[in-house]
């Protein structure tokens, strides 16, 4: 994609801990419990609410990686954006989903994790591309008007893990679009009432002290 991407910022080390601390459950994990179920159109409010196109959520499994609940977010104009945390080593895998394409031609100038400027090398591996740059590699699978990408340090996560988490990327089920999306806050229908506002004038707060005040 060659356009800028709002890229969530690096997570904290806080979350490392908390994820440590088994604090987060990876919304495709059957120890995270079941979820409420929730229906299509729910889902897709969610979705929306988080500036993300439903169509573009997407989920993945990495055998001891949880996902950092926290890393759910938008990217780009309204493309998907998650991390998934290793319990033991804290090393990360990134999830995004965005708008674009991707070919043998463009491959090399689309960088690796967002990194402008650095060089990327481009290998074809199945029907996905292979890439690295700038310290870091991904599996970019391109699908019809998007492009998937799981990616990390290249020194942290092994390639087959890597392979391993892109191979399992997939649409969620209700259950797992209900564990991952944040519920949408209900609106508010009517004002809040302020009871220090007199009843006439020009609704200013009624300071009068009153006699000998």
Not at 33 to 39: L, R
Not at 81 to 100: E, F, H, I, N, P
Request: aromatic share 4%; net charge negative.
């Amino acid at each position: 994609m060659t356009r800028a991407a709002r890229v969530l910022p690096l997570l904290l080390p806080a979350l490392l801990l908390l994820a440590g601390c088994g604090t987060e459950k990876a919304a495709s994990d059957p120890a995270a419990g079941a979820s409420p179920a929730a229906d299509h159109g729910e889902l897709d409010a969610r979705a929306r609410a988080l500036g993300v196109a439903p169509e573009l959520v997407h989920v993945t499994e990495a055998p001891g990686f949880t996902l950092a609940q926290q890393s759910v977010g938008v990217l780009g104009d309204d493309g998907f954006s998650a991390t998934y945390v290793s319990r033991k080593t804290g090393a990360q895998l990134r999830l995004s989903v965005d708008r674009g394409s991707i070919t043998a031609d463009t491959c090399p100038a689309q960088p690796v994790g967002d990194m402008a400027g650095e060089r990327t090398a481009c290998v074809r591996d199945g029907d996905a591309w292979y890439r690295t740059g700038a310290g870091r590699h991904e599996y970019a699978l391109p699908e019809d008007g998007y492009v998937v990408r799981v990616s990390g340090e290249t020194d942290a996560v092994p390639r087959d893990v890597l392979r391993a988490a892109a191979g399992a990327v997939h649409r969620p089920d209700a259950a797992e679009a209900a564990a991952l999306l944040p519920s949408v806050a209900p609106e508010r229908t009517a004002p809040v009432e302020r009871g220090d506002l007199p009843p006439i004038g020009d609704g200013a707060p009624d300071n009068d002290a009153g006699a000998g005040g």
